[in-house]
């Protein structure tokens, strides 16, 4: 007998990062758990932030367009990233956005929601990588930062030292708690419980 198809996942553990000693912003981890085929990996686990979402749907939209794609939860400009309840009705509005865009068969067909879900590549690299530009595919990809739990080491070096890195969704904070400014330990996933499989 046959186990039915499911994937699950989890926008969780939202994270202050600090950009710099004016800007900060702040990212989620999202967990995935699958038997799905048209998953490489069936666990994975990564941190992306709202202006990658926003990448993601304007990507998504533009490959279906006879899709209505779900709304990602409104940029608000009173959006204030020290108060948790903003912090987690944005989570929330992450996560309904993903499970919907998850249930859509042609969706799941595109690579650039693989790479968004299984890899922490930057949203120019991810272009790359399905355009052919890079010297690896989608599922090398996926494979390799699976085994690294982190960013292409050429990639890291590439963007090196003295990278511009102006965020349209920066936000402003004059508190310095709960930042984190450490890219090693704000892109790792805490230990995740793997759901029972029924």
């Not at 068969?105 to 879900?117: E, M, Q, T, W």
Request: charged share 30%.
């Amino acid at each position: 007998m046959r186990l039915q198809e499911f994937v699950t996942v989890l926008v969780r553990d939202p994270r202050i990062q600090k950009e710099d000693s004016w800007h900060s912003h702040v990212d989620y981890e999202i967990f995935i758990h699958t038997n799905s085929m048209c998953f490489t990996k069936k666990t994975s686990c990564v941190r992306r932030r709202f202006r990658e979402f926003v990448w993601l749907r304007q990507r998504l939209q533009k490959n279906a367009v006879l899709i209505q794609l779900p709304e990602l939860p409104p940029k608000t400009p009173f959006f204030n990233m020290n108060n948790p309840h903003d912090v987690d009705h944005r989570r929330q509005g992450l996560q309904v956005f993903l499970e919907k865009i998850l249930q859509n068969a042609l969706l799941l067909s595109d690579s650039r929601l693989h790479l968004f879900l299984q890899t922490q590549l930057s949203p120019e690299d991810m272009e790359a990588c399905v355009s052919g530009q890079t010297k690896y595919s989608v599922a090398d990809a996926i494979n390799k930062f699976a085994s690294l739990k982190r960013r292409f080491p050429i990639e890291d070096e590439e963007r090196g030292r003295g990278k511009n890195d102006a965020d349209s969704d920066s936000e402003s904070s004059s508190s310095g708690l709960g930042h984190s400014s450490d890219d090693s330990i704000s892109r790792g996933c805490k230990a995740s419980t793997v759901p029972e499989e029924s």
